[in-house]
């Protein structure tokens, strides 16, 4: 049995938090705008396209916890067997909370947003670009979550 540190189990449990809360959250807004697209297909095939657009808006948070995730074990140590030590550990945690919080929220968020704007293009084609701003305003909770979590890895003096 391989021993693994306390650290590097918190590094573990950060990686775990940051795409396990933003995936999650990410893929439940994705498929409740898919849901919306597919009721728009239905109705004016025509919108295909344009439904699949909003539909992968919610996808970038999920990205912004795999890419803090990533970070977390390649600059760790973790992938070269190193001990990591258990401060950088807890700080681990708290950058995966924070991006994996805020990208859930903005991922609800801008799911929402998309499936209204969905709805809205289907009525009127015109308003597809300002269906564009509106859902990709609510991304700006993700960049913070993802800003402050590159700061802690980079400030942490590992990156």
Known sequence: MVEISLGTA????????????AGSLSGLGQGRVAATSVGAVAEDPTMFAR???FTALPETQSIYGFLIGLLL????????????????????????LAI????????????NAASASVG?????PTMFAR??????????????????????????GVM
């Open 120 to 124: 809205a293009v289907v009525e009127d």
């Open 73 to 96: 074990i390649v600059f760790s140590g973790m992938m070269a067997g190193e001990a990591v030590q258990t401060n950088f550990g807890i700080l681990a945690i708290g950058a995966g």
């Open 131 to 156: 269906g564009i701003v509106f859902s990709a305003l609510p991304e700006t909770q993700a960049i913070y979550g993802f800003l402050i979590a590159l700061l802690l890895i980079v400030f942490s």
């Open 51 to 53: 439904g699949i657009v």
């Open 10 to 21: 918190l590094v573990a449990i950060g990686a775990g938090l940051a795409i396990g809360i």
């Open 100 to 111: 994996g919080i805020a990208a859930a929220g903005s991922a609800l968020g801008q799911a």
